[in-house]
T-cell receptor, first 114, second 114 residues
């Protein structure tokens, strides 16, 4: 069965510093991969997605992620974090014929210190 | 109108009450989902509706009863719930068949069972 592991429950970075959030997945076929962000009291917003092609994908708000099949990873990066990026981040793998049966990781809470 | 709207945003109910959560999507999608988000647990897929037919029920207790009267509306009927059912219930929609399966989420309904 498919699964997603986000090894870091909490991460704290200084404003302006770079960020990398880790995500490892388990899935037998070529995965559909997603990163979502959730601010307190809000639903989930899609940051970026990978289906095929270029393994480095660009998303909204200056985020990018790199798909590495050999490592079963899909890490999220941002070169310079802003205070407004403080939120919880979820990695997900899409199963099923259309990749829409999402299985989520447990999430990583990002804190930004000024 | 925002893409996916959930009502009510907050609900408090006793274990003997009957209540319903409502979800409406304005995106023209043909698939809708209920997810449960509990503290310290990954998001759990509960139900999937495609073209108004339930295509997935992930071993959800019968005290949760979904209803999808048309492709724009999804309900979750609640009765005789338990305190451990307290959680954030997220509705999502997507376009199956011909799309890449990304889900669009509502802001959630925060349920507290006393």
């Amino acid at each position: 069965a498919q699964s997603v592991t986000q090894p870091d429950i909490h991460i704290t970075v200084s404003e302006g510093a770079s960020l990398e959030l880790r995500c490892n997945y388990s899935y037998g076929a070529t995965p559909y991969l997603f990163w979502y962000v959730q601010s307190p009291g809000q639903g989930l917003q899609l940051l970026l997605k990978y289906f095929s092609g270029d393994t480095l994908v660009q998303g909204i708000k200056g985020f990018e992620a790199e798909f590495k099949r050999s490592q079963s990873s899909f890490n999220l990066r941002k070169p310079s974090v802003h205070w407004s990026d403080a939120a919880e981040y979820f990695c997900a793998v899409g199963a099923g014929e259309y990749g829409n049966k999402l299985v989520f990781g447990a999430g990583t809470i990002l804190r930004v210190k000024s | 109108e925002t893409g996916v709207t959930q009502t009510p945003r907050h609900l408090v109910m006793g274990m003997t009450n009957k209540k319903s959560l409502k979800c409406e999507q304005h995106l023209g999608h043909n698939a809708m989902y209920w997810y449960k988000q509990s503290a310290k647990k990954p998001l759990e897929l509960m139900f999937v509706y495609s073209l108004e037919e339930r295509v997935e029920n992930n071993s959800v207790p019968s005290r949760f009863s979904p209803e999808c009267p048309n492709s724009s509306h999804l309900f979750l009927h609640l009765h005789t719930l338990q305190p451990e059912d307290s959680a954030l219930y997220l509705c999502a929609s997507s376009q199956e068949r011909g799309s890449t399966g990304e889900l669009f989420f509502g802001e959630g309904s925060r349920l507290t069972v006393l």
